[in-house]
């Protein structure tokens, strides 16, 4: 048996995302995702039973990325306010800072086929937990959790595919936060 090695993995994983954000995820065959890592076909086979598999490996681990990153932003102690605009610019931050990252999870997230296998929510239970407590104490009103992270993220998301949209970016942002405040806030 071959042993991993990890230079090689990492490249595979980057010539992935890389294709993926280029030619959509039907479009990264496995001979593809080989020629840009620079490795045989066969080589892809010693880390990944399959693409799906590779796939949903890459996904966790970028999800757990983006993740992380906003939860190493927020204090259960702050405002509601304070919480909410921490939400929002961390994930903004975060998706200009890491753009490709951003990107193919967004693309993976989206993608029908794939619901099943990419999921955001082992990730993000720290977030849920502390959004379910701010509910409790009364101090964000009680909508659906997939219905709340639509109304906080969706916008980023639109903001940072849509920079030119924008005459000032910032101020844009510090609209939306004020908005989500408003509608999520008792």
Same mark, same amino acid.
């Given at each position: ?45 010693? *880390? ?5 598999? &590779? ?10 990325? %983006? @993740? $992380? ?53 082992? *990730? ?5 937990? &502390? ?10 009103? %009680? @909508? $659906? ?42």
């Amino acid at each position: 048996m071959r042993t991993r090695d990890y230079d090689k993995q990492a490249r595979i994983k980057e010539a992935m995302i890389d294709l993926i954000l280029k030619e959509g995820i039907n479009g990264a065959s496995v001979a593809k995702i080989a020629k840009k890592a620079n490795v045989s076909p066969a080589t892809i086979y010693v *880390y990944y039973e399959n693409k799906e598999e &590779m796939l949903s490996e890459v996904f966790d681990e970028c999800a757990h990325r %983006s @993740y $992380s990153y906003i939860e190493g932003n927020l204090d259960p102690e702050m405002s509601g306010k304070r919480f909410i605009e921490v939400l929002m610019r961390s994930a903004y931050d975060f998706a200009l800072q890491n753009e490709e990252v951003y990107s193919f999870v967004e693309q993976c997230s989206s993608c029908p086929t794939l619901q099943e296998s990419v999921t955001h929510s082992k *990730y993000s239970k720290y977030v849920f937990d &502390m959004i379910h407590d701010y509910q409790r104490r009364g101090i964000l009103k %009680s @909508y $659906s959790d997939a219905n709340v992270v639509n109304v906080l993220f969706s916008p980023v998301k639109f903001m940072t595919m849509n920079k030119p949209a924008y005459d000032d970016m910032e101020s844009g942002l510090n609209e939306l936060i004020a908005m989500m405040q408003d509608l999520l806030l008792y």
